[in-house]
């Protein structure tokens, strides 16, 4: 071993290795695979948000701002919550600009958890939910879900994964990389369920506009829930600013307080330019929002119907931009299966174990890709199960 | 909106059976779709879009802007009709302003599209003037903006 590693802390030495990076090594020798793989927009950002950037550049917008984000985003931010998820924080103490949810989550993480405590969090999920709680020196209480369920979080798996120390529920719906969505009812066991063990609930809604069945309620907007939930999202997804790195934090302003002095000691703040090209999304990004939406769906429907046209049972996501189809009828596993798929036809799919062990037996497909791919894709999945059951 | 006509105006090259894939219609449906749009005048057809800054295409473009008087009884349509009938004219139209007619034209060189302004468009009965503009350089066509190389070469294929 090199000797060197001495000088890595324990809690990072001990984070388990990502079981798809020898997958993404492979992935990234072929670079002519079609790719299924993209867990972001295939649209460029629209130009008028593009443009906004450009011209923070010319009037020389290039200092730091203030640690929250700059005033006319957080207003912006203010109003587009308020209009659409019905909830009201204050742009001067409840809200904060971070770069991504990535940074925001972090950065609530490590403003509420005490080394020990535990948090309960749904799988598959984001990969980087276990290991930005185990940075924290907190412990990850993964809870499963299923298919049969269309993948949806159960209260009693909550009640069965629950154990004393628990401080925080991290959801995000609609959830990356099964596409589920929560329905209202469910939500409200959720919160009932995180009044009566006291949980602080972390709610990821990165994906809230791409919801396409039904409307996306957030779980902050419950009764009494307002107080114990901090609400994160950004534009990342759905105004395909993902290069920008800019989300927020919206919460209770102590707990807020407390982020921002993680924030602001580690980040600073998010960089101007982004902040600038976010505050045109929100003025006037909704026409291109909506015109991508109508495109993921129309793709979800056509790569949904392909899947289980060729034996691959696969729910029909109501959200996000990712299929999550059943791969295990092919008797291979997760990893198998999406590796040789890779070698053999050059499709590019996720391994659904990459979400931990519950994505075990599926695979995760992002439809964030042309129809002429997606076609292309299926065919070359065809002719790899046919090789499999000759 | 017709869903063949929308997938199409999307400008996704997609044959009859990727179009009947997206879809859900048998193969058949879609072909006859396409027909229809296409008897019905409302789908005219494909052309390749190819860049004006193309070193091998020696042909050049003028904007022409055209004054017409309109025939008695005949109105706009006839003398329009009869521009666009020239090999020569890209697109024809009828615009509000300080001209009636804009006039697009191609032709192999400006000498050739120079004869053709004022042999053939000039001496139409009922134009009154032209104007002639070539164009010098494009930097949008027919929604495809001119630039070099891909912006998304660094993009990683695979990401969590």
């Known amino acids: ?390 | 909106m017709n869903a063949v006509l929308k997938l199409l105006l999307e400008g996704e090259p997609l044959d009859a059976k990727q179009l009947a894939q997206i879809l859900a219609f048998p193969q058949a449906e879609v072909d006859a779709q396409l027909a229809t749009l296409k008897a019905s005048g409302i789908f005219l057809g494909w052309r390749a879009v190819l860049n004006p800054a193309y070193e091998e295409d020696r042909t050049v473009r003028a904007l022409i802007e055209v004054k017409v008087r309109p025939e008695g009884g005949l109105g706009y349509d006839h003398i329009a009709g009869r521009i666009s009938r020239f090999e020569q004219v890209e697109t024809c139209y009828l615009l509000s302003g300080a001209f009636d007619l804009l006039v697009i034209v191609k032709d192999a060189s400006l000498r050739k599209v120079a004869s053709f302004v004022h042999e053939r468009l000039a001496k139409l009965e009922g134009v009154q003037s032209t104007a002639t503009c070539f164009m010098l350089r494009a930097y949008k066509e027919q929604g495809y903006v001119m630039e070099n190389g891909s912006a998304n070469l660094d993009k990683p294929i695979v990401s969590p």
Request: charged residues 20%; neutral net charge; aromatic residues 8%.
């Open chain 1, 1 to 390: 071993m090199d000797t060197t590693q001495r000088f890595v802390a324990k809690h990072v030495a001990a984070l388990p290795k990502s079981g798809i990076r020898d997958f993404f090594a492979i992935v990234s020798q072929m670079r002519d695979a079609i790719s299924l793989g993209i867990g972001e927009p295939d649209f460029v950002t629209p130009y008028g948000i593009r443009e906004a950037a450009m011209q923070a550049l010319e009037k020389g917008r290039t200092s730091y701002t203030d640690n929250r984000g700059l005033q006319a985003l957080r207003e912006g931010i203010a109003r587009y919550v308020g209009a659409n998820y019905g909830l009201e924080y204050s742009p001067d103490t409840e809200i904060l600009a971070t770069i991504g949810v990535s940074e925001a989550l972090d950065a609530t993480l490590r403003a509420v958890l005490n080394p020990g405590d535990k948090v309960l969090y749904h799988e598959p999920c984001y990969v980087s939910y276990a290991p930005s709680v185990i940075l924290c020196h907190a412990q990850a209480i993964p809870v499963s879900t299923h298919a049969s369920a269309r993948f949806a979080l159960s209260i009693e798996a909550l009640r069965t994964a629950w154990q004393p120390g628990c401080k925080v529920l991290l959801i995000n719906f609609p959830t990356n990389p099964t596409g589920g969505t929560a329905s209202g009812e469910m939500l409200a066991k959720i919160a009932a369920f995180a009044h009566e063990k006291d949980l602080l609930v972390i709610s990821d809604e990165i994906y809230s506009e791409l919801t396409f069945e039904g409307t996306h309620t957030s779980i902050a907007s419950l009764p009494g829930m307002k107080a114990r939930t901090i609400f994160l999202h950004g534009f990342s997804k759905a105004f395909a600013m993902t290069g920008f790195r800019v989300g927020y934090a919206c919460g209770p302003a102590p707990i807020m307080d407390a982020i921002l002095k993680v924030h602001q000691y580690g980040i600073m703040c998010a960089p101007i330019v982004s902040q600038e090209a976010a505050i045109e999304a929100l003025a006037n990004g909704r026409d291109d929002m909506l015109r991508m939406r109508e495109k993921y769906q129309e793709r979800r429907d056509l790569i949904v119907r392909r899947f289980n046209e060729l034996g691959l049972k696969c729910h029909l996501p109501r959200g996000a931009f990712y299929a999550f189809p059943d791969i295990s009828s092919t008797g291979l596993d997760s990893m198998t299966f999406a590796t040789r798929l890779l070698r053999e036809q050059k499709v590019a799919m996720v391994p659904g174990t990459a979400f931990g062990p519950s994505g075990a037996g599926f695979c995760r497909a992002s439809y964030s890709t042309s129809y002429g791919n997606i076609i292309k894709a299926c065919d070359r999945i065809a002719h790899f199960l046919d090789t499999l059951h000759a």
